[in-house]
């Protein structure tokens, strides 16, 4: 079963880079307390994320934090030490935070998951931006097609805000 918006988020390890390398986080820990922007990509460094969806959310960082955002999030099924090096090659190491869901546990319990095994990716996330209050989604927008980004844009999210 998907997500929907009023639900709470589902309980999971998910992992940031720090200082000494990866470091896992609890999600009820990680959105207690604030409002998350979270928007997911199918993978770091795959056209669309990289062109589009990721510099959509960098150049809005600003103007979703001004509409309540405490943090802007970008989430991939993807290791750590990957998502550091996409925050890297964006130049949004420090503008963004990143998770990874490297063993899709988190995607999978909100079902949201895509089969990438016809193009060689495996499991991943299917694209998707949503608002988090707290630990309840206030918004969802999953796109119709993970290759394109319209719902899931920053400007789209901005416009539900």
Avoid: W
Wanted: some cysteine; aromatic content about 6%; overall charge negative.
């Amino acid at each position: 079963m998907t997500i929907a918006r009023g639900d709470r988020l589902p309980e999971a390890t998910v992992f940031i880079m720090g200082e000494n390398g990866p470091e896992a986080l609890s999600t009820t820990e990680f959105f207690a307390g604030r409002k998350v922007v979270l928007f997911a990509i199918p993978g770091a460094f795959t056209p669309t994320c990289q062109a589009q969806h990721i510099p959509s959310y960098a150049a809005n960082v600003n103007r979703l934090r001004e509409k309540g955002a405490d943090t802007v999030v970008c989430m991939a099924v993807n290791d750590p030490f990957v998502l550091d090096a996409q925050a890297e090659a964006t130049s949004t190491k420090g503008v963004l935070d990143y998770l990874s869901d490297g063993n899709c546990d988190f995607t999978k319990a909100l079902g949201l998951e895509l089969d990438g095994r016809a193009i060689g990716l495996g499991t991943r996330s299917q694209r998707f931006a949503m608002v988090v209050n707290d630990g309840v989604v206030e918004e969802l927008f999953v796109e119709p097609d993970a290759s394109r980004m319209t719902v899931s844009s920053a400007e789209n999210v901005l416009e539900h805000m």
